[in-house]
């Protein structure tokens, strides 16, 4: 299956912006969607982030706003913008490439995460 490795993660201040990227093995567009998760220690994972092969995209009302996810098909990687960054957004932030429909799809295969920290 789709192995995915994810980048982009730090340090950064209150308010500072990063950019996250999802380099997939394989092909994504083939895939209902690609997602951003993230967890925290001590907090189940979350869903931050999805964006279908058609473009639509789906935002955690946490991070709406804030975040913008995106995919780049040709060079099979996926992105997350993130501005304003808080410190509740530090996190281990991941990423997976998700099969089946609209109303019924599944995660396929997890990243080992990138660490993202937001304190001053």
């Known amino acids: 299956q789709v192995q995915l490795v994810e980048s982009g993660g730090g340090l950064v201040q209150p308010g500072g912006s990063l950019r996250l990227s999802c380099a997939s093995s394989g092909s994504i567009f083939s895939f209902y969607a690609m997602g951003w998760y993230r967890q925290a220690p001590g907090k189940q994972r979350e869903l931050v982030a999805a964006i279908t092969s058609g473009g639509r995209t789906n935002y955690a009302d946490s991070v709406n706003g804030r975040f913008t996810i995106s995919r780049d098909n040709t060079k099979n990687t996926v992105y997350l913008q993130m501005n304003s960054l808080k410190p509740e957004d530090t996190a281990v932030y991941y990423c997976?490439?998700?099969?089946?429909?609209?109303?019924?799809?599944?995660?396929?295969?997890w990243g080992q995460g990138t660490q993202v920290t937001v304190s001053s």
């Open positions: 997976n490439a998700r099969d089946g429909t609209a109303t019924l799809s599944w995660n396929v295969n």
